[in-house]
């Protein structure tokens, strides 16, 4: 709120940004005279340099290999008392992380110049009454023997899921699993007024959810952001003639 304040003042003021933003104009004074004058900056503000500078330099020293946990217990080695959530902070602050074993793993794959159908949600996740607003989507976790996908609906009045598949692979038919559990489970009934909301992902094998027809319940086609795939679009087409 500070930076929009400060790309804005010179047009609206500040009193006027502060009335509508949920900011005291005193505070907002207070954080431009700590930036006009760093002697005035909190014991927090002055810690914080203090230990920004020992994060980098453990490190770089060590090869820009350790994490928070690796750099924490360093510190800690070194004599320098800071809690392990503050070297956490800081290294996020300052966009330092640790090296990762494996490949990383994603799980929406973007591509705006491919077709999509409207979004009717446009990010107001409420509903007035159930099976009026799904939310799909799917992520991965990490287990003993590996990753694997959770695809899950969300009924967005209950905020309860109502449908869910875990499968080693991100493939367009365990996602399809999640959203006949959903159907199965609440039976939404037929020009319902129902929105099957997901992203618009552009992973392959979608072609073979479109082509299982299932009894016509969602109305409106959608698309939002998210961490699921187009696996979800084309499944909710084929839940009937609306989708996503």
């Known amino acids: 709120m500070k930076a929009f304040i400060d790309d804005h003042r010179d047009v609206y003021g500040v009193e006027p940004i502060c009335r509508v933003l949920p900011i005291a104009p005193s505070t907002y004074h207070v954080h431009a005279a700590r930036r006009a004058d760093p002697g005035k900056s909190s014991a927090r503000a002055w810690r914080d340099a203090a230990l920004r500078s020992e994060i980098r330099r453990v490190w770089e020293a060590n090869f820009r290999v350790y994490g928070g946990r690796k750099v924490w217990r360093q510190l800690r080695r070194e004599g320098v008392a800071v809690a392990r959530c503050t070297t956490a902070r800081l290294m996020r602050q300052m966009g330092l992380a640790g090296a990762i074993r494996g490949r990383a793993v ?33 992520t991965y976790v990490a287990t003993w023997q590996g990753f694997v996908y959770v695809a899950f609906i969300i009924d967005a009045f209950a905020r309860r899921i109502i449908g869910w598949r875990v499968s080693r692979s991100a493939r367009t038919d365990f996602v399809l699993d999640a959203l006949e559990q959903a159907l199965y489970d609440r039976r939404p009934v037929r020009q319902g007024g129902l929105v099957h909301h997901s992203d618009r992902g552009v992973q392959g094998g979608i072609k073979w959810s479109s082509q299982h027809n299932r009894e016509e319940c969602c109305d409106g086609r959608e698309t939002a952001v998210g961490s699921s795939v187009t696996g979800q679009v084309e499944v909710a087409r084929a839940a009937g003639d609306g989708a996503t």
């Open 106 to 138: 994603k799980t929406t794959v973007s591509d705006r110049a491919a077709p999509s159908p409207l979004d009717r949600v446009n990010r107001q996740f409420r509903a007035a009454k159930p099976n009026a607003l799904w939310v799909a989507d799917f």
